[in-house]
Each structure stands twice: as structure tokens, then as C-alpha cells.
T-cell receptor, first 114, second 114 residues
Framework: NAGVTQTPKFQVLKTGQSMTLQCAQD?????MSWYRQDPGMGLRLIHY???????DQGEVPNGYNVSRSTTEDFPLRLLSAAPSQTSVYFC?????????????FGPGTRLTVL | AQSVTQLDSQVPVFEEAPVELRCNYS??????LFWYVQYPNQGLQLLLK??????LVKGINGFEAEFNKSQTSFHLRKPSVHISDTAEYFC????????????FGQGTRLTINP
């Protein structure tokens, strides 16, 4: 199992550009989520999904869109990048049932918006 | 809503000394509690978790944590640290029922000095 994979690892954007951060998992997890990590603020939830076709907003959703057409993939879209979106982005997935809450994280995408 | 406070942003410790990283949470409902570790330039890895049962939880790499419901705390401890324990540690909470959204603390940077 590859676990949770994210691409790209690094990205530099100009203000106003759009892009999609890719996230995939091969563990057949129903729950997937996106977090951003900023110094001194821990990780904050952007969007999450409890299954294919179902998404919902987290703590900091503004400026980001998500969709979940398959169990495996959960892309995060930045529609018009802003310098405030400079951050490290982590995708995570987790199992249902007794192991719920054990989230498996990808390696992250470091995004810089100029 | 849940919230997590990690009381120390940085903790310097000498090698082979004991360490305690403090975490307090706030919630009006039953919660699950987690400690994650992030090594430099990597994603997050689960150290340990409390779902129910014994309040003393043992995790990987010799770490343990104790759930104290009356003090709403979940402090992380290790009796003897190694250089390889240098990392950032995150405490997190999720509701025991419903969506598996994690709320993270701000993180504690543990630095082990020789």
C-alpha cells in the first residue's frame, strides 16, 4: 500500500492563479480531509468528505473547493490564489468503525503564493 | 465545538531526561484524544490515541499519555528521551460521535540536546 499520496510536493503560484492539489489513498477509507499548517497555529481543517459524493466545510474553507467523485481521490482546488494561502497542505484519510479517528497523513504540499 | 491548548510552544530537554508535553482540551461532548508527531519535512504520524477504557495509553517509541477527564488534560510523557525524538508534537481531539473532524493544538517543538 502506498497509503496517502499528494502531488505536487512543492508549488509556487502568482496571485490570482488557480491550481489543484492532488490527494489519493489506496486504503479504501471513507473519510478524507484537507488541512493547512501554518507556524504557531497547528493544523486547521479546510474541507472534509465522509464518502464519495459528500463533502463539507471545515474551519477555514474560504478560497478552496473540493469534490469527491471516487473513494480514492480528494483534490483541493484553489480558485484564485492569494498570498494568505501560502502554507503547507496535508491530506488525510481514516477508517470507520473501531479505528475511527486514526487519520493517516500524506507527506504534504508546500505552496508559496507570490 | 472542541478546542485544544498545548501549554508549551517549545520544550528543550537533555538526552536521557524525562519529558512531559502538556495538552488541555475543551468540549461539551465525549471526545477521542490523539497525539501526533511530525519529524522535520514529513507528514504527521500517530503516536497514540485514547478512545475509551484505561486512561493510561501507551504508544510507539516509548511514549505514553494519561487521560484526565476532571482536568480535561491529555499530557504526553516519556521517561527517557533520545536525540531521535526531536520533532514537533501535536495534540488533537475529535467528537466521539459523528464526523471524524480533528481539532489540533498549536504544537510543541521538542528539542533534545546532547
Amino acid at each position: 500500500n502506498a497509503g496517502v499520496t499528494q502531488t505536487p510536493k512543492f508549488q509556487v503560484l502568482k496571485t490570482g492563479q488557480s491550481m489543484t492539489l492532488q490527494c489519493a489513498q489506496d486504503m479504501n477509507h471513507e473519510y478524507m480531509s484537507w488541512y493547512r499548517q501554518d507556524p504557531g497555529m497547528g493544523l486547521r481543517l479546510i474541507h472534509y468528505s465522509v464518502g464519495a459524493g459528500i463533502t463539507d466545510q471545515g474551519e477555514v474553507p474560504n478560497g478552496y473547493n473540493v469534490s469527491r467523485s471516487t473513494t480514492e481521490d480528494f483534490p483541493l482546488r484553489l480558485l484564485s490564489a492569494a498570498p494568505s494561502q501560502t502554507s503547507v497542505y496535508f491530506c488525510a484519510s481514516s477508517e470507520p468503525g473501531a479505528e475511527r479517528g486514526t487519520q493517516y497523513f500524506g507527506p504534504g504540499t508546500r505552496l508559496t503564493v507570490l | 465545538a472542541q478546542s485544544v491548548t498545548q501549554l508549551d510552544s517549545q520544550v528543550p530537554v537533555f538526552e536521557e531526561a524525562p519529558v512531559e508535553l502538556r495538552c488541555n482540551y475543551s468540549s461539551s461532548v465525549s471526545v477521542y484524544l490523539f497525539w501526533y508527531v511530525q519529524y522535520p519535512n514529513q507528514g504527521l504520524q500517530l503516536l497514540l490515541k485514547y478512545l475509551s477504557g484505561s486512561t493510561l495509553v501507551k504508544g510507539i517509541n516509548g511514549f505514553e499519555a494519561e487521560f484526565n477527564k476532571s482536568q480535561t488534560s491529555f499530557h504526553l510523557r516519556k521517561p527517557s528521551v533520545h536525540i531521535s525524538d526531536t520533532a514537533e508534537y501535536f495534540c488533537a481531539v475529535s467528537r466521539a460521535q459523528g464526523a471524524q473532524k480533528l481539532v489540533f493544538g498549536q504544537g510543541t517543538r521538542l528539542t533534545i540536546n546532547p
